[in-house]
């Protein structure tokens, strides 16, 4: 029993492929996560650990198998959340455009054939979340048609950078105090 | 098959020597009243193990293990279970302070035990083995080995993330488009 979706992204299959792997920051978008963390990496293997956000409750661990650019599959293996595998298909087309597509499978169990609520994810919601997320990545994405950039805040390894009427000002940690 | 990941804050080399030290696993095996090694060649491992947990069993167990990364067992006698055998995969955790172990159990009890009830049993015995594992390391602290690729491995800030933009407001004629995380916001002034 699967649930398969798809969106096309204005941005090269790395992009995305990047953001699925970064499992410290999936609390940053997905609708359903709370908290994120990798817990291992062996290669093409990882484990990670995701606290589910309520109704859901508990951690969500799960197994994920990656194909550079291509593929992210997670199956889970611990905690209270119905799906058994998901599965984050990229495909890379022409001219810097790129289409993925989530597929969510549910775990056997009886309740299946129950006329309950199935508790799964909306397959569509976590894709336009990742395009949201994506879209923090590409310039143009925020640039607007015409008119005149006034503030850009952007976060770069370096730290937080903002540009204020074409001026950078790099960005430092406050000390701890009362607020001005 | 059924599997589990188990943090352990000791590094991989230690667990290792834990897993494979097949002798002891009476100290902190869950159930297990006995384990002896009958024969031993290279990596490879026959044991005679007794465990004692829902209904005592008493069967053959070969490991074959992968130094530091992984030990692979399968019944190779036994009355009581038609398949036992699973295997600990070690990672050296991401936060570089210790060991995930990935665990997987498969058992096959015959036709008159449900499928769902095995998965059960093997949540089960795989969640109170990391416990155990867990225990056992903690009262009895190993020297401190860590594992090469611990050691090598670079630390989650060292990870380099492509810029990435927050906010964005942009003026235009009629107002303000405002852009934060994803979203566009148009703010009109009155006069628009």
């Given at each position: 029993?699967?649930?398969?979706?798809?969106?096309?992204?204005?941005?090269?299959?790395?992009l995305?492929?990047?953001?699925?792997?970064d499992?410290?920051?999936y609390?940053?978008?997905?609708p359903?996560?709370?908290?994120s963390?990798?817990l291992?990496?062996?290669?093409?293997?990882?484990?990670a650990?995701?606290?589910?956000r309520?109704?859901r409750?508990?951690?969500?661990?799960?197994e994920c198998?990656?194909?550079?650019?291509?593929?992210v599959?997670?199956r889970?293996?611990?905690?209270?959340?119905?799906i058994?595998?998901?599965?984050?298909?990229?495909?890379?087309?022409?001219?810097g455009?790129?289409?993925?597509?989530?597929?969510l499978e549910?775990?056997s169990?009886?309740?299946n054939?129950?006329?309950l609520?199935?508790?799964?994810?909306d397959?569509?919601?976590?894709?336009?979340a990742?395009?949201?997320?994506?879209?923090?990545f590409?310039?143009?994405?925020?640039?607007?048609?015409?008119?005149?950039?006034?503030?850009?805040?952007?976060e770069?390894?370096?730290?937080?950078?903002?540009?204020i009427r074409?001026?950078?000002?790099?960005m430092?940690?406050?000390?701890?105090?009362?607020?001005d | 098959?059924?599997?589990?990941?188990?943090?352990?804050?000791?590094?991989?080399?230690?667990?290792?020597?834990?897993?494979?030290?097949?002798?002891r696993?009476?100290?902190?095996?869950?159930g297990?009243?006995?384990?002896?090694?009958t024969?031993?060649?290279?990596?490879?491992?026959?044991?005679?193990?007794?465990i004692n947990?829902?209904?005592?069993?008493?069967?053959?167990?070969?490991?074959?293990?992968?130094?530091?990364?992984s030990?692979?067992?399968?019944?190779?006698k036994?009355?009581?279970?038609?398949?036992y055998a699973?295997?600990?995969?070690?990672m050296?955790s991401?936060?570089?302070?210790?060991?995930?172990?990935l665990?997987?159990?498969?058992?096959?009890?015959?036709?008159?035990?449900?499928?769902?009830?095995?998965?059960?049993?093997c949540?089960?015995?795989?969640?109170?083995?990391?416990t155990?594992?867990?225990?056992?390391i903690?009262?009895?602290p190993?020297?401190?080995?860590?594992?090469?690729?611990a050691?090598?491995?670079?630390?989650?800030e060292?990870?380099?993330r492509p810029?990435?933009?927050?906010?964005?407001?942009?003026q235009?004629?009629?107002?303000?488009?405002i852009?934060?995380?994803?979203?566009?916001?148009?703010?009109?002034?009155?006069?628009?």
């Amino acid at each position: 029993m699967a649930k398969r979706s798809s969106i096309a992204l204005p941005c090269k299959a790395e992009l995305p492929y990047s953001v699925l792997t970064d499992y410290d920051q999936y609390a940053e978008w997905l609708p359903l996560v709370k908290s994120s963390k990798l817990l291992a990496t062996e290669g093409d293997l990882s484990v990670a650990e995701f606290e589910l956000r309520p109704p859901r409750k508990g951690k969500w661990v799960v197994e994920c198998i990656h194909t550079r650019d291509q593929m992210v599959l997670w199956r889970t293996i611990g905690g209270e959340i119905p799906i058994a595998q998901l599965q984050w298909d990229i495909e890379g087309g022409q001219s810097g455009q790129s289409q993925v597509s989530l597929t969510l499978e549910k775990k056997s169990s009886w309740r299946n054939f129950l006329p309950l609520p199935s508790g799964m994810p909306d397959a569509g919601k976590c894709l336009a979340a990742l395009q949201r997320q994506i879209s923090s990545f590409l310039p143009e994405a925020a640039a607007g048609d015409g008119g005149e950039k006034i503030l850009d805040l952007v976060e770069t390894s370096q730290g937080f950078v903002c540009w204020i009427r074409g001026k950078k000002y790099v960005m430092t940690p406050a000390p701890e105090g009362p607020r001005d | 098959m059924i599997k589990s990941a188990i943090q352990v804050q000791a590094p991989k080399n230690n667990v290792y020597t834990i897993l494979t030290d097949f002798s002891r696993y009476k100290e902190w095996v869950p159930g297990c009243e006995s384990c002896a090694v009958t024969s031993q060649s290279g990596n490879v491992c026959d044991t005679q193990i007794v465990i004692n947990s829902m209904k005592r069993m008493e069967m053959g167990l070969r490991f074959d293990s992968e130094p530091v990364h992984s030990i692979k067992f399968r019944m190779t006698k036994g009355k009581e279970l038609k398949a036992y055998a699973g295997t600990y995969r070690l990672m050296d955790s991401a936060d570089g302070l210790g060991t995930v172990v990935l665990a997987e159990l498969d058992i096959d009890a015959g036709f008159m035990v449900p499928k769902f009830m095995v998965d059960k049993i093997c949540n089960k015995l795989l969640d109170d083995t990391g416990t155990a594992l867990r225990k056992y390391i903690s009262s009895a602290p190993m020297k401190a080995a860590p594992s090469p690729a611990a050691e090598k491995a670079p630390s989650p800030e060292a990870k380099r993330r492509p810029v990435k933009r927050l906010l964005s407001v942009v003026q235009t004629a009629v107002g303000y488009k405002i852009w934060v995380m994803g979203q566009t916001y148009t703010v009109k002034s009155e006069q628009g």
